[in-house]
């Protein structure tokens, strides 16, 4: 194995200070940052731990028993999340999906699932409420999650072939009990289902046809993630991405695929249906989706904020500092205030790391680090 440095400096030290505008910033629902985007969605991490060690992700020899996670008092209670929460929806929020490292592991999450889902659009409607989880404990909390307001579940899942799985997740754990999962969430009603999984050139693409063909016709739409250079501990290497156009050629030559129009704007799957025997595209064979988030840029429309477990308000996957909205949380700041703060941080975003990619210097942990992705979440 080839050695490489891990620095252990603690990432999370290092957060912007979220400041009330002089001139309050009034909620319209329609806030756009500097690029002209509008903030449509926010992911909440509900923890930064997790059952699983995806090498990609929180690689075992970092994140071991001497990692510094947070410590309970330092996570966003549920009644702070829900203010946020809330306070985003005015600004024209309309998806939420909660994520980690694993949110199946926070305690009692049916009762912010709960508070989420009485929270309504500026429209007045629910909001579209969602959850991405490894899968581990669904069959044991699907019906819960149902009966407590989430609408549906985004499941990851890097391979069928158990040895590659147990690989992959570096804690043994059996892909039946995956499966298990999914179908457990298919019959609390927790649907759409979505599949998300990461491919790794020579690591799990191999697993790439056995996934379509048994997620084809299934009613789940599988979608193909390519291998992010996020955080700055998975040691990422330009040459284990597997493109998205090389997943849609491999499944193509096999199960012909057509192109379908995107489901809405910003929306970051690529969508391709299977075709039937006429060469159209027949819906009961169903569609994967393809994220090229490395090979093919999307921050045009990205309209996405991201909430830290602790609080912190992040602008990009790939920022290395978020805004602190705790502070104001608990330094007694009105909602009038914490808006006005969500307004003027928003409205000061230019980011678009992967449209700018390639002519950035790659992330050695010398400088500023990019925030790990178990922190906020996919
Ligand atoms: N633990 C949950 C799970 O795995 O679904 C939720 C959190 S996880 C950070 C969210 C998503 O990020 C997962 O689908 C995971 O596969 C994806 N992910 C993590 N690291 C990634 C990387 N380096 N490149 C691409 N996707 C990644
Ligand atoms: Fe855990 Fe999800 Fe990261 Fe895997 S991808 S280590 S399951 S947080
Ligand atoms: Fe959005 Fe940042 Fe990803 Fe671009 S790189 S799509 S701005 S999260």
Not at 24 to 29: K, N, R
Not at 150 to 178: H, I, K, Y
Not at 233 to 246: I, K
Not at 352 to 371: C, F, H, I, K, W
Request: proline share 5%; aromatic share 6%.
């Amino acid at each position: 194995m080839s050695e490489r440095v891990i620095p252990l400096v603690d990432q999370r030290i290092a957060a912007l200070a979220a400041t009330v505008p002089a001139e309050p910033i009034a909620a319209t629902g329609l806030l756009s940052d500097r690029l002209g985007r509008p903030l449509r969605d926010l992911r909440i991490s509900v923890t930064d731990r997790c059952n699983f060690r995806c090498n990609y992700c929180m690689p075992k020899e970092v994140f071991d028993k001497d990692y510094p996670y947070l410590p309970h008092a330092a996570l966003l209670s549920f009644e702070e999340i829900t203010r946020v929460a809330r306070l985003f929806a005015a600004h024209g929020v309309r998806k939420i999906r909660l994520t980690g490292g694993e949110p199946l592991l926070r305690k009692n999450l049916e009762i912010l699932i709960e508070q989420l889902a009485a929270l309504r659009t500026v429209d007045g409607a629910p909001l579209d409420l969602t959850l991405t989880t490894n899968g581990a404990l669904l069959a044991r909390k699907a019906k819960a999650l149902k009966a407590a307001g989430l609408q549906r579940v985004t499941v990851s899942l890097d391979g069928l072939d158990d040895a590659v799985f147990r690989r992959m997740n570096d804690v043994d754990f059996p892909v039946a009990e995956v499966l298990h999962g999914i179908a457990a969430a298919r019959e609390a009603g927790l649907g759409p289902i979505k599949v998300n999984m990461v491919v790794k050139r020579g690591t799990n693409d191999q697993e790439i046809l056995p996934m379509a063909r048994h997620f084809r016709g299934s009613g789940i739409v599988l979608r193909f993630i390519e291998y992010m250079d996020v955080g700055a501990t998975n040691g990422w290497r330009m040459d284990e991405v597997l493109p998205s156009a090389e997943v849609v050629q491999r499944i193509h030559a096999q199960l012909p695929l057509v192109q379908l129009e995107p489901s809405a704007p910003g929306e970051t799957a690529e969508r391709w249906g299977y075709a039937g025997a006429d060469g159209r595209h027949d819906p009961a064979l169903g569609e994967i989706g393809v994220i090229s988030s490395v090979t093919q840029a999307f921050c045009g429309d990205c309209n996405r904020a991201r909430l830290s477990t602790e609080g912190r308000l992040y602008l990009c996957l790939f920022a290395n500092q978020g805004h602190d909205l705790r502070a104001l949380l608990r330094g007694g700041a009105s909602d009038a205030d914490i808006a006005s703060a969500i307004a003027q941080i928003w409205q000061g975003r230019a980011d678009r790391y992967s449209e700018l990619r390639g002519n950035l210097a790659p992330d050695t942990g010398s400088g500023a680090r990019r925030v790990e992705m178990s922190y906020i979440g996919g």
